[in-house]
């Protein structure tokens, strides 16, 4: 079945690095842009990054643009999420997700991983 | 930015009961909202797509309306199990793809 499974969550340093991964199945993943998500606690969901399929095309929300990079290995069926300078607000539950429409970058979600937990904090 | 604001932020109604969801854009969008479900500790679940469209699987109690800069989502003949967040989220060319903030659906 059409599966997202993130890992990389953790606790970490405030100013320190953090990689997350999405591992994909179920679906050619090489032809769907790759978002991700998050949600502080207790908060709604905040729209982090997408690359698009061939990732040669990639946005930020305006609160980690500069210091989040998403790719993706197509070979490995994997979406990645580098985080540097991290600080106590990126707090939250990061989740990954496949968008709807194939090819397109700009387009809704409909398959989510369970989500990894990251904590900023000294 | 495009700004997505939702109202209410909470509701309370009973089983059988019809409630509406509201999202106004900032600016116009056409057609490119998606709708959410979310409950608690688990990942959102897409219910409409493309303002109007609903998801394979989703109850026919769920429709969504709207273009431009309004949208809605109405939940007719409410279930104990709808009881969750509401979340929507555009995705027209002009990024980032930002959500709503959320409503929050309570039965009583």
């Known amino acids: 079945q059409v599966q997202l499974v993130e890992s990389g969550g953790g606790v970490v340093q405030p100013g320190r690095s953090l990689t997350l991964s999405c591992a994909a199945s179920?679906?050619?993943?090489?032809?769907?842009?790759m978002h991700w998500v998050r949600q502080a606690p207790g908060k709604g969901l905040e729209w982090v990054a997408v690359i698009s399929h061939e990732g040669d095309n990639k946005y930020y929300g305006d609160s980690v643009r500069g210091r989040f990079t998403i790719s993706r290995d197509n070979s490995k069926k994997t979406l990645y999420l580098h985080m540097n300078s991290l600080r106590a607000e990126d707090t939250a539950v990061y989740y990954c997700?496949?968008?709807?429409?194939?090819?397109?970058?700009?387009?809704?979600?409909?398959?989510w991983g369970q989500g990894t937990t990251v904590t900023v904090s000294s | 930015a495009i700004q997505l604001t939702q109202s209410p932020s909470s509701l309370s109604a009973s089983v059988g009961d019809t409630v509406t969801i509201t999202c106004r854009a900032s600016q116009g969008i056409t057609s490119a909202l998606a709708w959410y479900q979310q409950k608690p500790g688990r990942a959102p679940k897409l219910l409409i797509y493309?303002?109007?469209s609903l998801e394979s699987g989703v109850p026919s109690r769920f429709s969504g309306s709207g273009s431009g800069t309004d949208f809605t989502l109405v939940l007719r003949s409410l279930q104990p199990e709808d009881s969750a967040s509401y979340f929507c989220?555009?995705?027209?060319?002009?990024?980032?793809?930002?959500f709503g903030g959320g409503t929050k659906v309570e039965i009583k």
């Open positions: 493309d303002g109007a």
């Open positions: 989220q555009h995705f027209h060319n002009n990024p980032p793809l930002t």
């Open positions: 997700a496949k968008g709807y429409i194939v090819a397109t970058i700009f387009d809704g979600m409909d398959v």
């Open positions: 179920g679906f050619t993943f090489s032809t769907f842009g």
